[in-house]
């Protein structure tokens, strides 16, 4: 998790729990290739509360 997500995390009043929730049950709404460090994901899904949306933009790494 980087610092500017953290940041981001904050003044939405998310937690990191939320983040996952969304990850883990959300979809892949867009894949851009197009980033020279690497393939981008947006992920939009819930909270844990199952009403806040959240929107999460991240790359898979080894």
């Not at 998310?14 to 994901?41: H, M, W």
């Not at 947006?42 to 009403?51: M, P």
């Amino acid at each position: 998790m980087s610092a500017h997500a953290m940041e981001e995390m904050a003044e939405d009043l998310l937690t990191i729990l939320d983040v996952e929730e969304a990850v883990l049950n959300g979809q892949i709404i867009r894949v851009e290739k197009d980033d020279p460090r690497g393939t981008k994901y947006v992920v939009v899904g819930t909270a844990l509360d199952r009403q806040t949306p959240v929107g999460v933009v991240g790359r898979i790494e080894e």
